[in-house]
């Protein structure tokens, strides 16, 4: 897979809402954003580009974000990808899964602006 895609996020959440309303954010701060509504179109995205980072949702139907935590980082070709958790489960071990499977950094919904660009921005590369 080619470098990253400098200043390019990925998001994969369910709610559709949130989506359009993360795709805005993003894109006032010249983001490129790309958008799935579930994890096997998240990981179908990832074969024609690589962002710099991937939000992912934990809770989604059919496939929900461990799974596609734990497909990212058997990959070689996204293993490398920093992926932060944004979800509204807030347990610690839930939290503690996330980070043995790779997740960098986990975000409990409903979050501040401030702290989500804060950790988009420690991962530009």
């Known amino acids: 897979m080619a470098k990253r895609d400098k200043r390019t996020v990925l998001i ?17 701060y010249d983001y490129c954003v ?3 509504t579930g994890g096997a179109e998240g990981l179908l995205k990832l074969k024609t580009f690589t962002p710099n980072l991937i939000l992912l949702d934990i809770s ?3 496939m929900d974000g461990m799974e596609v935590l734990e497909q990212l980082k058997s ?8 992926v932060v958790m944004l979800t509204a489960i807030a347990d610690t071990q839930t939290l503690w899964k996330a980070q043995e499977i790779g997740a960098i950094n986990y975000i409990v919904k409903p979050f501040k602006d401030t702290d989500l660009l804060k950790w988009i921005r420690a991962y530009e590369t």
Do not use: H, Y
């Open 12 to 28: 994969i959440d369910d709610d559709s809402e949130l989506l359009a309303t993360l795709k805005g954010l993003l894109e006032d």
């Open 34 to 36: 790309v958008t799935a």
């Open 60 to 62: 989604m139907p059919v």
């Open 75 to 82: 990959n070689p070709e996204t293993s490398n990808i920093p």
